[in-house]
């Protein structure tokens, strides 16, 4: 069986769709249901169910999914070993990244890169903690920024220490003071992000022994941006994420403070890609010469 086959099922399961799946390859739609229908034939049973909502995997798919993966990654591996032996620059770097990295470090990055190394593509992927993390687990992407510590089996290396913050409405009562203390959450209407995200927040508060005032939760950290700028409630952030954006709030340092480390982390199967290795350590020279 071709390579070109397992491509085409990885991708329609990335995009929960054999219509989007289609346009992304240049297919037609017939065409790729065709070749999910061989794949299927070829191992005597079903490996996608079907609905108008999309395709789901069934349970024989969920088990054969990691393996049919590993192959595609493993050929994109090869091939940028070729081309590296003949001199050639190639590839393609799947990056996995939360929203902060994604807006403020990424586009620098990537455009700073490709200048040295013009040939080699990206395909980003931009979520919560969580998405990066099971998309590094799963082998969805080969390099992904986390925060760091964390409970991933690959190898992780810590890029910067960013401080997490109190988030205020600009007429906030307590905009005026030098530090904002964290057991002032407990009297205040607090907007933090879903449980599985909610890393950060969650560090300080639970540190200084404060239970808040939770009254709205979102997996949008930008969402909690606009929800303080309306005076809907308080937050606690990271630094970086708030760049740029303090026109109606009130950022303050913790009391005590707080912080978190982002990292980078190398998914197994990406170990031997010369195009991964590169883009990592430009990523660690790019934030250490930002952040000296």
């Not at 054999?18 to 992304?24: G, S, V």
């Not at 998309?135 to 992407?141: A, F, I, K, R, T």
């Not at 939760?217 to 970086?240: C, F, N, R």
Request: with cysteine; hydrophobic share 40%; charged share 25%.
């Amino acid at each position: 069986m071709s390579i070109r086959k397992y491509e085409t099922f990885v991708k329609v399961v990335e995009l929960g769709s054999l219509t989007k799946a289609a346009e992304a390859l240049g297919m037609t739609q017939s065409g790729v249901s065709h070749i999910i229908n061989g794949i299927e034939e070829d191992f005597g049973f079903t490996l996608l169910i079907r609905g108008r909502g999309g395709v789901r995997l069934t349970d024989e798919g969920e088990r054969v999914l990691p393996v049919m993966r590993s192959i595609v990654n493993c050929s994109e591996q090869l091939k940028q070993i070729v081309d590296s032996i003949h001199g050639l620059d190639s590839g393609t770097v799947r990056v996995g990244a939360f929203t902060s990295v994604a807006v403020h470090w990424l586009p620098g990055m990537i455009k700073g890169f490709q200048e040295k190394h013009p040939n080699i593509e990206f395909k980003l992927l931009n979520g919560d903690y969580h998405d990066v993390e099971q998309w590094l687990n799963e082998g969805s992407v080969d390099i992904g920024f986390v925060a760091m510590p964390n409970d991933l089996s690959c190898r992780c290396i810590p890029l910067m220490d960013d401080r997490l913050l109190a988030v205020l409405p600009k007429d906030h009562k307590h905009a005026s003071l030098e530090k904002f203390p964290v057991e002032l959450a407990e009297n205040e209407a607090f907007i933090t992000l879903l449980e599985s995200s909610d890393h950060d927040s969650r560090r300080a508060l639970d540190a200084a022994g404060v239970k808040p005032n939770i009254r709205f939760t979102t997996k949008d950290d930008y969402a909690i941006i606009a929800m303080v700028e309306q005076g809907l409630g308080i937050s606690i952030m990271p630094e970086l994420l708030l760049k740029g954006r303090d026109g109606r709030l009130k950022a303050l340092e913790l009391e005590p403070p707080c912080s978190r480390t982002i990292g980078l982390a190398m998914a197994t199967s990406s170990d031997d890609s010369p195009a991964t290795r590169s883009f990592a350590e430009y990523v660690c020279n790019w934030v250490k010469t930002e952040y000296a």
